[in-house]
């Protein structure tokens, strides 16, 4: 029976990375019909907040990927590492006791000069074991005095540590590599190494999926797992996601945390998906997957060992596929979801007519992201841009002042004979053909005609059609603005 967790430490807001993790262990959990834990580590007091800690449940929550048992169950207790202080207690103990561990009575003073030591003689920093030939009898005694003392593994000597990473194959370290390193700083106060090894046991986690980061603490978390006695589960590394540049994805290039994405107005479907693909993807290279198909599809042995480039173009595209999907299925919805956007940006007195302008085929794949549907709204609300003239009398077209002043008044009288209620796509048709209509009449070129035109609709060097414009500006609008246009020509 697969059981997974995601463990993060809450440290900082819901990170890109820990999302990423979190949905690799949620797919694979619900893939393979099995259980996914999510569990807090917060051995680390001074770093943990609780504020972090509901920025990374409630995001996990609204994301769908929690998984089954954890923190955000009502009910569910010891799946934060600050409530399991006796069993790591216990299990320290157990290790004192059959000298697996020892305690370490070394000032800080003495492992500083044996790290200057080694450094200038240019040896790897190591503990030096001075405390390991102890007593172990003695030290107990020491400690029960009151003497400060923090506890060490002891590493058995010359030991191939191997484990078979279920993405990276038959991974290798050496005893030689590692030294006696601390695992609690007392008895009651277990470092991160040993907590991870006994929530893991206790919680019969069968696969550790999680970033290629902590590589460098499996073999340290094999070593505990067996000085306990226990079966440990099989490793799963993921690659790091890499900035554009292949450095380390780190804050200064990209937003890192998730808030930042969904405030930009990335849907979280979206980002999921996107997410999804940043280090695995299915031999036909799909770009577009539901959560369900997600679920059926996603193996392990299919995520990449080398890093995962963090492509903001992609996440872009595919949330506007999102989007434009999201439109077609359900409008109304959709404009529930954009409200907060819009809002206070764009007169939303009238969401009839805000939800015909964003189901427009002229508008479709026009938006990428939420925050940007105001901007792509705008030219059909409230005052216009101003604009110079050379824009209307565009020499690429040539056209001329004098042209203007037959063009836009045409342009006008052509509309006022058109009826339509703003909003009504109906007529769109009718609107262009007659605008159109005004290139043979005045023997005029297209451009000549069709382009001031727009621009007097809309203030703008680029924007959506001419008969697009009229639809949804309305009638009066339609006349004010190119009366505007004209006072720009006399
Ligand atoms: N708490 C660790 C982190 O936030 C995760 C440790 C693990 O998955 O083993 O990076």
Known sequence: MVRVRIAPSPTGLLHIGTVRTALYNYLFAKHEGGTMILRIEDTDKERSTKEYEKDIIDGLVKLGIAGDEGVHIPGDKGYRQSERTEAYTSDLKKLLEEDKAYYCFCSKERLEKMREDQTAKKLPPRYDGCCAGLDPAESRKKVDGGEKAVIRLRIPQDKEIKFDDVIRGETVFHSRELDDFVIARAIDDPLYNLTVVSDDHDMKITHVIRGEDHISNTPKQILIFEALGWDYPKYAHLPLILNEDKSKLSKRKNKVSIDDYLNE???????LNFLALLGWNTPDEQEI??????????TLDRVHKGGAVFDIKKLDWINGEYVKKAIKDDVDGFYETVLPFIDGKIPTDDPD????????????????????IPEELAPLF????????????????????????????KAKEVLGAVDWERGDSSKSQEISDKLVGIVGELGLKNGQVLWPIRVALSGLERSPNFATLAVYLGKEECARRLDIALEKVV
């Open 353 to 372: 007519l805000i939800k015909k302008i964003l189901s427009d085929p002229d508008f479709e794949g026009r938006f990428k992201k939420l925050s940007e």
């Open 289 to 298: 997957f539901s959560m369900e198909e997600l679920i059926e599809k996603f």
């Open 265 to 271: 107005g990335y849907l979280p479907e979206a980002l």
């Open 382 to 409: 409230g005052e216009m841009p101003d604009y110079p003239l050379e824009l209307l009398a565009r020499e690429k077209f040539q056209i001329t002042p004098e042209m203007l002043k037959t063009v836009l008044p």
